[in-house]
Nanobody, 122 residues
Framework: VQLVESGGGLVQAGGSLRLSCTAS????????MGWFRQAPGKEREFVAG????????YYADSVKGRFTIARTSAKNTVYLQMNSLKPEDTAVYYC????????????????WGQGTQVTVSS
């Protein structure tokens, strides 16, 4: 499975961005998907996840109420809508996929995208 992220960029604090992650495989609907981020000098951290059915989502406390994860099987795509962005949201954002059971927030995913840079200016 190849994952390609897009939608990153530079935005002012309080602004919004929508990240997209498109999967190459048509069995996308069987994969749980997650978004992670890594800021300079920090470890990669969980941001949001969605089950294969799309029925359940999970968020890091730091983004809860501001970010929304959603998926569409018709386009093999998972989105991360990011509102009320803060400078501390600045990081490279990665999407990840897994087609086995596991906890959405742990980074033991099988496939990873190349990442997209999000920079929030103050």
């Amino acid at each position: 499975v190849q994952l390609v992220e897009s939608g990153g960029g530079l935005v002012q604090a309080g602004g919004s961005l929508r990240l997209s992650c498109t999967a190459s495989r048509r069995t996308f609907s069987s994969y749980a998907m997650g978004w992670f981020r890594q800021a300079p000098g920090k470890e990669r951290e969980f941001v949001a996840g969605v089950t294969s059915s799309g029925g359940s989502t999970y968020y890091a406390d730091s983004v809860k109420g501001r970010f929304t994860i959603a998926r569409t099987s018709a386009k093999n795509t998972v989105y991360l809508q990011m509102n009320s962005l803060k400078p501390e949201d600045t990081a490279v954002y990665y999407c990840a996929a897994r087609n086995r059971l596991g906890t959405l927030s742990t980074p033991d995913y099988d496939y990873w995208g190349q990442g997209t840079q999000v920079t929030v200016s103050s």
